[in-house]
């Protein structure tokens, strides 16, 4: 089985910063999806979405809120 740790630290580490930076509502309404044993996308707020290769659920998930970050210009991502 795989460690997982380092996302699960790395996701709650961005959502920090997404509860400071963007609204429950659209919090809630996000979520990602894996497929394959490598890829995954992430759908977020105002039709954002993301798609990447990564570890699990979790890392696609922190890896498509720091794009989305980053998008909407908050400072670090």
């Known amino acids: ?45 105002n039709e954002f979405y993301w798609v990447g290769g990564h570890h699990c659920k979790a890392n696609t998930k922190a890896m498509g809120w720091s794009a989305y970050l980053n998008k909407i210009g908050i400072e670090g991502y």
Not at 17 to 22: I, P
Not at 24 to 45: C, N, R, V
Request: aromatic letters at 12%.
């Open 1 to 45: 089985m795989a460690d997982h740790t380092f996302c699960r630290l790395s996701l709650r580490t961005v959502m920090e910063d997404v509860r400071r930076n963007v609204a429950p509502e659209d919090i809630k309404k996000s979520w990602a999806y894996m497929y394959g044993t490598d890829s995954g996308e992430f759908h977020g707020p």
